[in-house]
Structure formats: C-alpha cells, structure tokens
C-alpha cells in the first residue's frame, strides 16, 4: 500500500468522517505528513495537523493515522491481519465496552481516556477507499497524538523505580474491567473475548510453521543464551556449592530438555494455562498483550517525575494470565541490580490499583455487601502472587529474544530492525540476533533467569 493511496484516503474519506463526527464544527485547514521514521514494522504512520472552528472558536487537533504495511504474502507471514483486526478491536469495542459500563454505574471519576488515547476512527475488513476490492481486508486507526499534552516515550533501556511503578496503574485498570464485567455481566465478556481472534504462539499446520515468526525469533534467542550457557558452565558464574546456584544449573537443564527444540511450546503453555484451574480461570483477562516500556507513553511534571501512563500498540492483545503483561515488562525493563527489592513493591502496587479499581465498579453496581465480598475474595493478594509465580517464566522468555535488541548498541538494533521487517528469515538476521550485545546482554538475560529460579518460577514449568 502506497502512500499516495494513504494520503488519498485521508483525503477524501477520513477527514470528512472525523469532521462529520464532531460536534457543531467546520473544517479551517488540515495537514498530512508521513515520515517513514515514525513507520511500525508492520504499519506506516501519519500525523495529521487538524484545526476546526467552533462558535468558541479554533480547535487545534494532532492526530496519528495508522495504516498496514507491506503486501498479502508480508501480512501473513507477519500476522498482521490478526494483530491489526485485534486492535482495531480493543478500540471499537472493547474500551467502548468499558465506557459503557462506566457510564451505566454512573462513575465519573475513572475515565477510559485514563488508559489509552481518545480514538476517531477504528475499522478492519473492506474499507471504502483503501480497499482494492471487496475482500481486500484493510485497517484505519486514528487516534489523537498526546504529544502536545506532554506525553512521550520513556528511556530507551531500563526504567527506575518512578517509571515502573506508573506502569502498574493502566494496566491494573484495564485487567480490572475484565473482573468487574465478569461479575456483573459475563455475557458481555464473553462477547468481546470471542471477538478477539486467538492469537497462539505455535503454528498450526505445515504451511504456517514455514518462515512462522514466532519459532524463528524463539528459536534464535534459545540458540544464544544456551550457547553461553554452555560455555560459562564451568566457570566462577556459578558456585557449584551454593544451593541456589545449584538449582539454576538444574532448572536450566531441565528447561532445554523440554523445550529447547520447540520453545514456543512453552509460551503457548503459559497462554492457556489460565484455563487449568478455576483459581486461576478467575484472574483471566483481556491483556494488552505486549506491555512494555515501548508500548506505553509516559508525561513528567515539572521536576521530570512520571505523572501519568497511557497504553498504546494493543496488537498483541490476548485473553489470558495478566502475569504476560506483568511479567514482560517487570523482567523486560527493570535492572538485574534493582529487581530484587522491587519486586514485592511493584505486585503490590499492580495489585492495589487493581483491587480498587474492581472494588470501586462493583459497589456502583448496587451489588450487596456480601455479594462484593464474595467476587473480591477471589482477588486477594495472597491469590494474586499465588496465581503470578504460576505464569511469571513468561517475561523471561520474552528476555530470551527481545533484551539483546534493547541493550545492544544503537546501530545494531537499527540493523536487527531493519532485518526484521524485511529478511527475518535470512542468516544475517541469525547471526545479528545471536551477538549483539555481546555477552553483556547474555549475563543480563541469565539475571532474569536466576531471579526466576530464586524466586521458585520455573519450578511448576
């Protein structure tokens, strides 16, 4: 898809919907601009510069579209269809769910606008002007651009202790309304879960396991950490009289007994493992499924502290464990030297804002105490860090692959990116996923690993 056809459909379609949209309101002037510097591997983005007059006067909006990249044979092989269709879907139906839920309870003190960005258009499947043909599946995202207000990506690498515990809070919210519809109308969480299409970690046939992205990028980063693990088993990184040093050795073996030739298998595992007990059945949820210091926008005050998070990027969106949303970005962007004494605070601060998020929906509901009582006994905390250490290995898989292009240098993640979009398949992209960063990263992912090992993780694996 070219630009030229982007930029017509804005043109001739999308402006006029937004505007048609918007109360009381007469277009001045409009601006489009694409830079392939602010492209997604699988999306090609557009500010658009929108400014409206209305009886108070002008009304300036920045918007960002967001459109699919690449060819057919590039969106399967990249599941772009299913990620796009999901999204789209959180923001046409899921978050409008929760609004109305809000709205029905009569809660003005939590607004959706809380989690994520205002949305002006969220459509998948046949799309009048992007479209070549009827069954020519397309997707438009249009959402405002929160830059002016102040927000923006955080540190590149790891987030302190501010950072980390601001990201508890959307998430907690959002894995609350699953909660809270749960109890108050499942028929409508049931709805938005089938909506979602299942987005699983293991091919299922023959045709989708060739140049399948999720075995390759797995696959690769098994390959790297067990080739350094093997070569500094006898080494002084480990203490061969030390019980825990001990365990790692024997959790890591066991690991690359089970899962080394598929370790897909595993995350799978770890997916739908929510359905195994009815303990863990209870904390399932609407996830946002990628949850990461690259997926979240971050607005300081004026001492440069985190005053407010939003979510963004829901392409990977799931319905499971809320510990694959925790886990990644806990494991993902805390340092090896904090995690420890970090870790006990950031469960209870996802926990608390969870809690009374759900506590707060349910007594709006009219629902008697005992009855609150009763849905709020499957949410304690006791059950929570129980149900986490069952799921938390999750984050550390994520490590596997994805930590060497956050500690590697500047132009090699540039290079692994550029890989990626476009020859993920190819020995380059191997050899690049393999050593960059050095052994610095390794020891960094071998971190993660022990703290999971400590902390007992990998011992139900």
Aim: include cysteine; charged fraction near 30%.
């Amino acid at each position: 898809m070219s630009v030229d056809v982007h930029k017509s459909y804005i043109d001739k379609h999308l402006i006029p919907e937004i505007l048609s949209k918007l109360d009381n309101e007469e277009l001045v002037s409009y601006k489009t601009e694409h830079s392939s510097g602010l492209d997604g591997f699988m999306s090609a983005l557009y500010n658009i510069q929108l400014k409206t007059k209305s009886k108070e006067g002008e009304i300036d909006r920045l918007l960002i579209a967001k459109f699919m990249r690449g060819d057919v044979e590039f969106r399967e092989s990249s599941k772009s269809y299913v990620q796009f269709a999901n999204e789209i879907f959180i923001y046409s139906d899921v978050l409008p769910q929760y609004e109305k839920l809000l709205n029905e309870l009569k809660i003005t003190t939590l607004k959706i606008t809380e989690l994520a960005p205002s949305c002006y258009k969220a459509a998948f499947g046949y799309i009048e002007g992007l479209s070549s043909s009827p069954k020519d599946e397309e997707a438009a995202l249009v959402l405002e651009n929160l830059k002016p207000m102040g927000y923006g990506m955080g540190p590149r690498l790891i987030l302190d202790r501010d950072h980390l515990l601001a990201m508890c809070k959307p998430v907690a919210k959002h894995h609350a309304f699953s909660y809270a519809l749960r109890a108050l109308n499942n028929n409508q969480l049931e709805r938005l879960k089938s909506g979602l299409n299942v987005l699983q970690f293991i091919p299922q046939s023959a045709e989708e396991a060739k140049g399948h992205l999720y075995t390759i990028i797995y696959r690769l980063g098994f390959d790297r950490f067990y080739e350094y693990f093997d070569r500094i088993i006898d080494t002084n990184t480990f203490d061969k009289k030390c019980a825990k040093d001990l365990k790692l050795i024997e959790n890591l073996r066991r690991l690359k007994e089970k899962y080394f030739e598929q370790p897909t298998k595993l995350l799978e595992k770890l997916r739908v493992r929510v359905e195994e007990t009815e303990e863990d059945r209870k904390f399932a949820a609407i996830l946002h499924g990628d949850y990461n210091r690259n997926n979240v926008l971050f607005k300081y005050n004026a001492e440069g502290k985190v005053e407010d998070v939003k979510m963004i990027d829901f392409q990977e969106v799931r319905y499971g464990s809320p510990v694959l949303d925790l886990s990644f970005f806990m494991y993902f962007n805390s340092s090896a030297e904090g995690r420890y004494e970090l870790w006990p605070v950031l469960l209870q601060t996802y926990h608390s804002y969870m809690y009374e998020t759900l506590e707060m929906l349910l007594k709006a509901s009219g629902k008697s105490q005992q009855e609150i009582e009763d849905v709020l006994s499957h949410y304690t905390f006791e059950k929570f860090q129980r149900h986490f250490a069952r799921f938390a290995f999750y984050g550390v898989i994520i490590c596997f692959h994805f930590l060497p292009w956050m500690l590697c240098s500047e132009e090699e993640c540039s290079e692994l990116s550029e890989l990626f979009a476009n020859d993920f398949t190819g020995e380059r992209f191997r050899k690049l996923s393999i050593e960059a960063g050095g052994d610095e990263v390794n020891f960094q992912i071998l971190a993660a690993v022990r703290h999971a090992s400590e902390m007992g993780y990998m011992d139900d694996l």
